[in-house]
Structures are given as C-alpha cells and as structure tokens.
T-cell receptor, first 108, second 115 residues
Framework: AQRVTQPEKLLSVFKGAPVELKCNYS??????LFWYVQYSRQRLQLLLR??SRESIKGFTADLNKGETSFHLKKPFAQEEDSAMYYC??????????FGDGTTLTVKP | DAGVTQSPTHLIKTRGQHVTLRCSPI?????VSWYQQVLGQGPQFIFQ???????GRGNFPDRFSARQFPNYSSELNVNALLLGDSALYLC??????????????FGPGTRLTVL
C-alpha cells in the first residue's frame, strides 16, 4: 500500500525567506508525484508534477528515490504563497494518495 | 467551461439514510475520481472511474458505490449513513486514466453532514 507523509501541519516564514515543505512517500513501484495547492476560498489545483521538472511560481521539487522524498522548495517566499499544500502520489493501479497537507503562512 | 461541477453544495442527512452526490467533469475528460476529506486531513481516495468502468478503489466499505455515465458524469452513492461519513466529498476529473501522469482538476466539493 502507498502512503504519503507531510510531517509539518503548519509552516510559517517571513517574506523573502527560503521555504521547504517536506513530503515523504512509501510505494513499492514507480511513483508519480505531484504537489497540489489550495489558496483561500479556491479549489485544489495542481502546482507541479515530478515528471515535468519545471519551476512553477518559483517552486521546484526534486524526487529523491533513495530517501523516498519529494520536497517542495522556493528560495524567496512571497505573501501570495500562503496556502495549503498537498503532496500526492498516483499509481499505475489507478489510485491516488494525498498527504494531510501543510499550511504555509508567509509573514510580511 | 465552468470546470468540474458538483451538486448539491451542502447536504444534511440522518444516520441510516442514503445519499447520492453528482459530478460533471470538464468537457473531454474521461476520468472521474472521488475523494472524502475530513477536517484536518487530506483528501482520501474513494474511486476512480475511467471510460465508465471502476479502475481504482480506496479503502472504503461497500456502502460506498459509484458509477459513470456515457457522458462521463458520475454519481457517488453512500448507503446506511454513519456519523463518520460527515465530510467534504470532492470530485476530480482528468483527461485520461489516473496513473499516466495526468493532472486532476477538482470541483468545489459537496459538504455532507450526517446527524
């Protein structure tokens, strides 16, 4: 069975500071990993996916298969980054597993 | 396109009753997935329906069932409601089968309260 763990429920940083949201997973197969974000009063939406290897809104995430991690990083946090962030894992068996989320607050 | 739509927005039921929740995917999307989200937790996967067939199931009892129609819309049914079924139910659609790196587009959810 697959599992996604986001160890921090809450994370608070000051504007301009680096931010890292942690995600650890367990899955015996080849994982498809995603980060989803939910801004206040908005729907859950995709932020980025591992396979794309792109930077979205300044965020990047690197898959570390040895440590089974997919941490989300941004070098300089902005106030508009304040939101709930979910790490998710999809399997080729058609299932999707989400972590419990991290609430990021960026203080001015 | 209005995106993924769900109905109703809110629903109040009593224990033992049955409920049907509805979801319309984005036009052209063939996969619909259902999630249960309890306060303070992430979305918990219930089902994926792709091309009108169940293609993935989470750890939910048989009281939970779903189906997908020829127009790719979907219904989630829950029988014999329990207090613990109170939650936000999310529907998500994707262009293709979940498990091929497909992005999920989420609806606003249906808030179910069981009294």
């Amino acid at each position: 069975a697959q599992r996604v763990t986001q160890p921090e429920k809450l994370l608070s940083v000051f504007k301009g500071a680096p931010v890292e949201l942690k995600c650890n997973y367990s899955y015996s197969g080849s994982p498809e990993l995603f980060w989803y974000v939910q801004y206040s009063r908005q729907r859950l939406q995709l932020l980025l996916r591992h396979i794309s290897r792109e930077s979205i809104k300044g965020f990047t995430a690197d898959l570390n298969k040895g440590e089974t991690s997919f941490h989300l990083k941004k070098p300089f946090a902005q106030e508009e980054d304040s939101a709930m962030y979910y790490c998710a894992l999809n399997t080729n068996a058609g299932k999707s597993t989400f972590g419990d989320g991290t609430t990021l607050t960026v203080k001015p | 396109d209005a995106g993924v739509t769900q109905s109703p927005t809110h629903l109040i039921k009593t224990r033992g009753q049955h409920v049907t929740l509805r979801c319309s995917p984005i036009s052209g999307h063939k996969s619909v997935s259902w999630y249960q989200q309890v306060l303070g937790q992430g979305p918990q996967f219930i089902f994926q329906y792709y091309e009108k067939e169940e293609r993935g199931r989470g750890n939910f009892p048989d009281r939970f069932s779903a189906r997908q129609f020829p127009n790719y819309s979907s219904e989630l049914n829950v029988n014999a409601l329990l207090l613990g079924d109170s939650a936000l139910y999310l529907c998500a659609s994707s262009l293709d089968y979940l498990g091929r790196w497909n992005e999920q587009f989420f609806g606003p959810g249906t808030r179910l309260t069981v009294l």
